[in-house]
């Protein structure tokens, strides 16, 4: 384990946020001990795919790619029009993954009674913060309003944009990639720490840039939402998913050892606090369990998402426990355990979730094994041929036509953007955030 400590400078934390902090500390020790005892994991007993059943998917996958190309090279230009599309988009969508994936009307409902429009009404949200921001940043932080708006689901809470989901999800693109950037100095990294801490922590903050300018106006935005006297545990858990953060810098380095870092400890802690975050950012408070949950579910995607990244971060020198690994020896065992691991950590899932929220709960559950099918399959060069086929006969798709479907689509994202934002003009209900001091570039 790494030897870290925290910076001096820190002023002693109160006894509450202590409390927080060893529930972090002991969070992150159950997840680790249910990573070993995962070691033995083989895959999941999955139906096979039949070859045919595989074609005629492909064949929906490919006919679904192709109207999407289509679609975006006439734009929509009116709202009309912009909602016309997103109907017709709707109804393919779910024409197409309920004959490959499986789902049913009621995991399909989820998307256009609130997870869609949400979307939309962030898009425009992020854009009124920041006109100049990047469609690329609106996507990575859409991904975090989707698990957001999953726990409002969950919860029993109406599915809405706020101001706090929309601060708390800018917040990513704002500082994650920054700190990922092996680019970047670890000075001017260490220097943007020490002032969002700072904020995080309630003290003024000068901004020293405009980056930082834009962080610390989100930080304004929360505390707008949730007066840090009346929700302490949410900043304090704000606070937790910022010192794992720091912690992951020092993932950053060129051939780092495991005996130098706890590479393992770190990725669970990191995302665990993450969706932790999440929570807080949705209900104000939480209950031990759903703490629990959160946090399981937050290691297991932080993992998988690890895993996805696997040759970007080798590229970079990101130390992970599949980029460490994959030096040495085929992924096989590692893919098979973070099967496991999501299986364990999403079963209390019905525990803390209200029963109109079961079919999320069913969606969540097929999805883990989705996810990490499809990194297993982006990933296959570092896996076994045999382990690859393995996992492929039970996927919906042959890998190869996933990987061809990936690169129609990766040259449509900002058309595809525009296609989400239309859904704004049929989401006038949802929140609109209030003017902010930020405004750059412009």
């Not at 991904?143 to 809470?157: K, P, T, Y």
Request: aromatic share 8%.
């Amino acid at each position: 384990m790494s030897d870290e400590q925290p910076p001096t400078s820190v002023s002693p934390m109160p006894e509450r946020v202590c409390a927080l902090t060893e529930r972090v500390c002991a969070l992150t020790e159950r997840m680790r001990a249910l990573w070993w005892s995962c070691q033995d994991a083989d895959l999941p007993s999955w139906l096979p795919v039949s070859a045919t059943t595989q074609r005629t998917n492909q064949a929906a996958l490919d006919r679904m790619v192709t109207r999407a190309v289509d679609e975006s090279r006439t734009p929509p230009t009116s709202p009309q029009q912009r909602l016309a599309l997103q109907e017709r988009s709707l109804a393919a969508f779910g024409e197409f993954a309920q004959s490959t994936l499986g789902f049913q009307p009621r995991h399909l409902a989820l998307l256009s009674n609130g997870f869609m429009p949400a979307l939309a009404a962030f898009s425009e949200s992020a854009r009124r913060f920041d006109p100049a921001i990047a469609g690329a940043d609106i996507l990575q932080a859409g991904r975090n309003v989707s698990i957001l708006n999953a726990l409002q689901h969950l919860l029993g809470m109406p599915v809405q944009i706020t101001p706090a989901i929309t601060a708390y999800s800018l917040l990513y693109p704002y500082t994650d990639n920054y700190l990922d950037d092996p680019a970047v100095s670890a000075a001017d990294k260490a220097a943007l720490n020490q002032h969002l801490g700072q904020r995080l922590r309630g003290q003024p903050t000068a901004p020293t840039s405009e980056r930082e300018r834009a962080i610390l106006a989100l930080v304004d935005m929360i505390e707008t939402q949730y007066p840090r006297r009346d929700y302490p545990e949410l900043f304090e858990s704000l606070m937790a998913i910022h010192r794992a953060q720091e912690r992951s810098v020092g993932l950053v380095r060129p051939r780092i050892s495991p005996y130098e870092v706890d590479v393992l400890g770190i990725s669970l802690e990191k995302g665990g606090t993450s969706v932790l975050a999440d929570g807080y950012i949705t209900a104000g408070r939480l209950t031990p369990a759903q703490e629990a949950f959160m946090f399981g579910w937050g290691a297991f995607l932080q993992l998988a998402d690890d895993l996805q990244d696997v040759h970007t971060d080798a590229h970079d020198g990101v130390a992970t426990i599949f980029t460490l690994t994959a030096r040495h020896r085929p992924l096989d065992g590692l893919c098979a355990r973070t099967l496991a691991f999501g299986r364990h950590v999403l079963e209390p899932a019905p525990a803390i979730a209200t029963p109109e929220s079961t079919p999320l709960v069913e969606l969540m559950q097929r999805s883990g094994d989705l996810l990490v099918q499809d990194a297993i399959g982006r990933a296959q060069d570092l896996l076994s041929r045999d382990f690859v086929r393995r996992v492929e006969r039970c996927f919906p798709f042959r890998f190869s036509a996933l990987s061809r479907a990936r690169g129609q689509l990766a040259r449509q994202r900002v058309s595809f953007m525009r296609e989400i934002e239309g859904y704004a003009s049929a989401a006038q209900d949802h929140w609109q955030p209030p003017p902010t001091p930020y405004r750059s570039r412009q």
